[in-house]
């Protein structure tokens, strides 16, 4: 499955700014977002249960600066609007991985990964290995026959493949962050 580094050292967000929340301007992944709800159930599940971690402070709505209101989770015996927006949210959410894992299926079969291996050094001297990632091997892609190509086409994998190689561009905004945080 796709990945995003959100730091070099374990544990670390460098996304995260003091109070806790993502940092402006970046893209907060809808893993994330849907947090915390998630639906459960096995692969093969018709239906999945929606669930909820038992957070009190994750459905607190802040509408001003001293009042905080919580939205009911149900009303008059329905769903409320908290459980109908988390529950839209998150099937298409569960869409979105379920197409998201055929498309990476096809990318990882037409053999463009390739295992990489990355060593940064940080202002401070303080040196990291990150491995066991796989990257689109772009010398690859550019390489592929027409037929293979039009195979990646026709299973929506290309959108995938080339965010991916734009997001490449992001290890300067993640080394940036590690140096701003690391100073």
């Known amino acids: 499955m796709p990945m995003m580094v959100t730091g070099i050292k ?3 967000n460098l996304f ?3 109070k806790g929340k993502w ?3 970046h893209y907060v992944p809808a893993y994330a977002r849907r947090y915390p709800f998630i639906l459960a159930g096995d692969e093969t599940d018709e239906r999945l249960t929606l669930c909820i971690e038992n957070d009190p402070a994750r459905l607190v709505d802040i509408n001003t600066k001293t009042k905080k209101t ?3 989770l149900f009303e008059d015996g329905e769903q409320g609007e908290v459980i109908k927006s988390a529950l839209s949210f998150c099937e298409q959410y569960q869409g979105m991985f379920v197409k998201t894992r055929q498309i990476m299926k096809v990318i990882a ?3 463009l ?4 291996t990355s060593k940064i050094t940080l202002a401070d001297g ?3 290995n990150i491995t066991g990632f796989h990257l689109v091997d772009e010398a690859k892609l550019l390489a592929m026959s027409d037929e293979d190509f039009i195979k990646l086409r026709k299973a929506d994998a290309l959108a995938t493949i080339y965010c991916h190689l734009a997001s490449m561009n992001s290890w300067n905004s993640l080394l940036h962050q590690a140096k701003l945080r690391s100073s």
């Open 10 to 12: 374990e544990g670390e």
């Open 16 to 18: 995260i700014d003091a």
């Open 23 to 25: 940092a402006e301007p």
């Open 70 to 72: 919580t939205k009911p």
């Open 109 to 111: 079969d037409s053999g």
């Open 113 to 116: 990964l390739a295992e990489r």
């Open 126 to 128: 303080q040196n990291f």
